[in-house]
């Protein structure tokens, strides 16, 4: 059963902005703190950001603000607006829900930033 669904990526030029979108069918949504993360072949997945049920949110240092995390808990999805796109970005974008000890995946959606 897919819990976590991504959408979003694909193949943009550098400076270009993304939105990927993550709908979660998973119960009490609002108590998970929902986080994106990626991966590069041959490097452990790193994450980009997360967010908490109330907002609170959290962003890997070479997000450099040009990220946005969001959330909506009435749709019970979460999203990452992308802006100033480096090829640095291009990576398998992966969609993450947490709760003590449950944790969950997406199947990711790529991203590739390239002139």
């Known amino acids: 059963q897919v819990q976590l669904v991504e959408s979003g990526g694909g193949l943009v030029q550098p400076g270009s902005s993304l939105r990927l979108s993550c709908e979660a069918a998973?119960?009490?949504?609002?108590?998970?703190?929902m986080g994106w993360y990626r991966q590069v072949p041959g490097k452990q997945r790193e994450l980009v950001a997360h967010?908490?049920?109330?907002?609170?949110?959290l962003y890997a240092p070479f997000v450099k603000g040009r990220f946005t995390i969001s959330r909506d808990n009435e749709k019970r999805s979460v999203y990452l607006q992308m802006n100033s796109l480096e090829p640095g970005d291009t990576a398998v974008y992966y969609c993450?829900?947490?709760?003590?000890?449950?944790?969950?995946w997406g199947q990711g959606t790529p991203v590739t930033v390239s002139s």
């Open positions: 998973i119960s009490d949504f609002r108590l998970y703190v």
């Open positions: 967010i908490t049920g109330s907002g609170s949110t």
């Open positions: 993450n829900a947490h709760l003590v000890d449950v944790n969950l």
